[in-house]
């Protein structure tokens, strides 16, 4: 059987992180760890303070799951703690970010490194249509913050060798909604020999 041991899922918004999150956790019996509530969730009026809560409130979770003995059973997180940085980098400015990255490297030292990242990816057209079906009456980025997002996310992920990482294009599959196609990501991720990056392009996938 397989041991989830701990999985980051991570990706832009509206791609499906924590949805993902979710059903790993179910079928492999793990714990779930989601991001916790930002009470600065409005980042375009209080952009620091709600990037240092999501930073501080990641490394209070992540850091009490390294207190318990959580790889007899497993853990699956809808973030990892790494890609706090790529909304810092889109939303602070310059003086922001230098002491946001400081506070953020001091933390990052502290937490083990996950066993597998799934970094799912998708068009930022297609994410921004999958955020208006998600909030159809809430406040909706913009496709250029989308477009920025996506490119922080590939050169974080570009340049990221601290956990084997496989790559997920989403733009051409509905895994929230297809179970077929949901069970077939599910089977791609509990593949044993993991190393290094690998990728997964679902057939139909551009």
Known sequence: MFRAGHIAVEGPRGVGKTTLAKL????FSARLVTAPHNPFSDGEKQPFQA???RLLSSYQAKEELAQEDLFARGVVSDHLFGCQEIYAEVDLSRDELLLYRKVHALLDEQLPRPDLIVYLQ???????ARLK????????????YLEKLGSAYSDYFFLHSDSPVLVVNTSEIDFVDDKKQAEELIAVIGQKKRSG????SPLGSR
């Open 24 to 27: 790993l956790a179910e079928r």
């Open 197 to 200: 990056v690998s990728h997964y």
């Open 122 to 128: 998708a068009r930022p057209d297609v994410l921004l």
């Open 51 to 53: 990037q240092l809560y």
């Open 133 to 144: 079906k998600q909030r159809p009456e809430g406040k909706i980025v913009a496709k250029s």
